[in-house]
């Protein structure tokens, strides 16, 4: 999962992120999947890019969507206009919003959002939520639009009921951001499937979970009192870089890329540094792009103090500390801790917190 972002200044987003992590990228090869082999789509009011298998399970989210508040008052008010636009895609498209005929602007006050005024592009925006149409490419930066059954593979071209779907998404969290609280996973749970997830639901979803061995339980030492799960498939993982380990599958494909993290950082730092993310940013979700940066320093220090920019503790980029318990009854190593700067920068003095969660 990548998050999609126009803004260009050295390049996409989405194409820095991709470059980084694979290969030989090239933009090209993401516009091909996407556009041609149909292989992924983008959804969403922040806009993700999600394989084309999980479509049957998005569609009970679409669905949902439609719900909202906002919405439902959306559709209310304007269900002729949106009614038309469907049409006129059926019968025109693939087409994007600025081919579409141009109706009265909503007023400012009445947006609430960055978006289109144009009643049109409201409506296309809609059916977009919605699930009846999808992206079908780009001009530029503009979703081209088409009907979602002349873009979707017929075999995932359905609704999941909505069981599988919840079923689905409880575990699929996990895969995104790695290591949470239950309070954590509720709300994202919850922002995910568009719904309200009560407490009383996440205990039970968690606690099933955990009967049919697919999450475990495990501690931060300095928050023993605060449980946290991850996947059971990542466990062995964590208890090998807790024993200050680098597990065979991390380990770098050629020498000059050994000597590239050493040079940015020592490599014990590095790896911890994935790891973290992996289990706490969700590096699958883009964490730069969401400004989640649990681990790092990655601005370089200022020589002038008062040039210091204050952050939020949400945006900020600090040294932590790792610092792992593993639940009662796994092979628990001794204890690793790791505490980075950069080179030649003095030692903090001010307390640093050990993990940077997500918020709770």
């Known amino acids: 999962m990548v998050q999609v972002d126009p803004l260009n200044v050295v390049a996409r987003s989405h194409d820095i992120v991709l470059h980084g992590r694979l290969l030989g990228y090239q933009p090209d090869m993401l516009q091909s999947l996407m556009y041609e082999d149909r292989v992924c789509f983008d959804y969403g009011g922040t806009v993700m890019i999600y394989p084309m298998d999980e479509m049957p399970y998005w569609r009970v989210v679409m669905a949902n969507k439609r719900q909202e508040p906002r919405r439902v008052r959306f559709a209310e008010e304007h269900g002729n206009l949106i009614e038309q636009v469907l049409k006129t895609v059926q019968r025109r498209g693939p087409l994007w919003a600025g081919e579409i005929e141009d109706a009265p602007t909503l007023p400012t006050h009445a947006l609430g959002t960055f978006r289109s005024g144009k009643l049109a592009n409201q409506a296309l925006y809609y059916l977009w939520l919605a699930g009846e149409v999808m992206t079908h490419s780009r001009k530029g930066i503009e979703r081209v639009h088409d009907l979602r059954e002349r873009i979707v593979p017929a075999r995932v071209n359905y609704a999941s009921t909505k069981e599988e779907a919840d079923a689905f998404f ?172 950069w080179p030649g920068q003095a030692a903090r003095t001010d307390p640093e917190p050990d993990i940077c969660a997500v918020p709770a």
């Open 170 to 341: 409880a575990l699929r969290v996990f895969h995104v951001y790695g290591m949470l609280t239950l309070r954590a996973w509720r709300n994202v749970y919850a922002g995910t499937i568009e719904r309200t997830v009560q407490t009383a639901e996440a205990t039970d979803r968690l606690q099933a979970l955990r009967l049919e061995g697919k999450i475990v339980p495990v501690a931060l030492e300095d928050d023993p009192k605060t449980p946290r799960f991850i996947l059971a498939d990542d466990l062995p993982l964590l208890e090998i870089v807790h024993a200050g380990h680098v597990p065979d599958a991390w380990q770098p494909i050629e020498t000059a890329t050994r000597e590239e993290m050493t040079f940015l950082a020592p490599l014990e730092i590095a790896i911890a540094t994935m790891f973290v993310l992996a289990l706490v940013g969700g590096v699958g979700a883009g964490c730069c792009q969401s400004g989640w940066w649990p681990y790092g320093d990655l601005d370089a220090p200022s020589d002038n103090p008062n040039r210091s920019r204050r952050r939020s503790h949400r945006h900020q980029r600090r040294p932590v500390g790792v610092r792992l318990v593993c639940p009662p009854g796994a092979r628990a190593a001794h204890r690793h801790a790791v505490r980075g700067r």
